[in-house]
Every structure is written in C-alpha cells, then in structure tokens.
C-alpha cells in the first residue's frame, strides 16, 4: 500500500528534550562527558569585565565552536555557524535550546582579536583539550602528522634570485 508523508507533521508542537534527540554514541556527547571545559573560565578571566558592558558570549562556547568546526571538517566559521543552527547535536553540545540565536559568524574572529590576540591563550586552552582527549582515547599519540602539503616552487633553475 502507498503511504503519503503528510506535511502536517512539521506544524506540530512537541514536548521533548533536546537530550533525548542527541544519539547516545554520538562523538558531541561523548566528548561531553569526558572533557570537562570549565577550566576556560580560569584562564580567560582576566580578559573579561566583570562589572560593566554587555554581557559577553560564553568563552566555552566559542571554543566549542571551533572544536566542532575542526572535528567535523567544516571549511569555515559561516559554514560552521549554519551547521550549528541546523544541527541539533552541535545545539545540545553548546548548550544552546531551539530559541536561542547562534552567536554570528563573526563572533569568534571578533573575540580572538580582542582577547586572545597577542597572548598564549587559544594554545594554552586547545593543548590542554587535546591532552584531555588523548587522556581518554579520542586521540592516538602513537602516530603524529604534521601538515605537509605539497605545494610546488616556482623555481627557475637558471636563475638564483
């Protein structure tokens, strides 16, 4: 028997979670529970106000941004900002609900410049997940690559210059 999907179901209103919609094995989750990214408040607290101006975008969630961005192979922070906003997954590991409005793609680039520019920050905060994640088996260290591209010369054999 043909059955016809009727759009009737994109209208409704449901009551769920977005936890009960995020996979149980999927690698958000899992990164969740194994990497505990409090540890950014302690090392960017200086480069906060903490009495005056508005209130800033969780640093938590800027690097979770970028972590989603380099876990999923997404080519950039636009591209990685529509995803977010479309993914339920990448909502729940930001912790952001579905009326909440993503950060703007230029949120991130605008904050490294501010706070993070000049300083050890960004390394300090990506080694210490990494060490994290090694910890718990999401990476091995057994192997290192290294970006070798390669990217031929332009180079004239009879000249030196």
Same mark, same amino acid.
């Given at each position: 028997m043909l059955n016809k999907q009727q759009a009737e179901g994109r209208y409704q209103i449901s009551?769920?979670? =977005?936890?009960?919609?995020?996979?149980?094995?999927?690698?958000?989750?899992? &990164? %969740?529970?194994?990497?505990?990214?409090?540890?950014?408040?302690?090392l960017v607290k200086d480069r906060y106000s903490l009495?005056?101006?508005?209130?800033?975008?969780?640093?938590?969630v800027l690097i979770k941004m970028v972590l989603i961005q380099y =876990?999923?192979?997404?080519?950039?922070?636009?591209?990685?900002?529509?995803? &977010? %906003?479309?993914?339920i997954a990448y909502r729940?590991?930001?912790?952001y609900d579905f009326t909440q409005p993503i950060p703007h793609f230029t949120t991130f680039g605008k904050n490294y410049v501010r706070r993070f520019q000049g300083t050890d920050l960004f390394q300090k905060i990506f080694t210490r997940i990494l060490e994290e994640a090694c910890h718990?088996?999401?990476?091995?260290?057994?192997?290192?690559?290294i970006d070798s591209t390669h990217v031929k010369a332009s180079?004239?054999?009879?000249?030196?210059?």
């Open positions: 009551v769920v979670s =977005l936890d009960e919609l995020v996979p149980q094995d999927h690698l958000v989750r899992k &990164i %969740e529970n194994a990497i505990d990214f409090s540890f950014i408040y302690d009495d005056n101006g508005r209130p800033s975008i969780d640093p938590v =876990l999923f192979g997404i080519r950039s922070m636009r591209q990685t900002i529509k995803e &977010i %906003e479309t993914n729940w590991f930001l912790g718990h088996g999401f990476v091995d260290p057994s192997v290192l690559y180079a004239n054999k009879n000249k030196y210059i």
